[in-house]
């Protein structure tokens, strides 16, 4: 995807902190997630490193249940926000692959 692809607005991580959206049909289609973790947002690839499986089994449902970590909804791997560290499950060690992004003036997350 090129740089400047409108991902969310900022306002769409409000309830939920993350907003997943993709692009495309399979088998090109291309899954991502945003997240926020206090005054930050990060931007991710929606692919587990245990199976390459999408996260999330509902639309921008990414967080375990106290909301401290992602959570992969297959297995339960909890990854950090912050890093994409796998800290617990199948692929303890592993990351999730992050998506340079950046907030407009306007306050949409685009790619970088
Ligand atoms: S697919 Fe994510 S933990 Fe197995």
Not at 74 to 88: D, N
């Amino acid at each position: 995807m090129k740089s400047g692809t409108v991902l969310c607005r900022r306002a769409d991580l409000k309830h939920s902190k993350c907003k997943s959206v993709s692009f495309g049909e399979l088998p090109e289609k291309k899954r991502y997630f945003v997240i926020k973790s206090g005054q930050d947002v990060y931007g991710y690839i929606n692919s587990c490193p245990h199976t390459g499986a999408p996260l999330n089994w509902l639309p921008d449902q990414f967080l375990d249940s106290e909301g401290q970590y992602i959570q992969c909804s297959l297995h339960g791997a909890l990854f950090e926000k912050h890093t994409g560290l796998c800290i617990y499950g199948p692929c303890r060690g592993a990351s999730l692959s992050p998506v340079a992004i950046r907030i407009e003036q306007d306050d949409t997350v685009v790619l970088d």
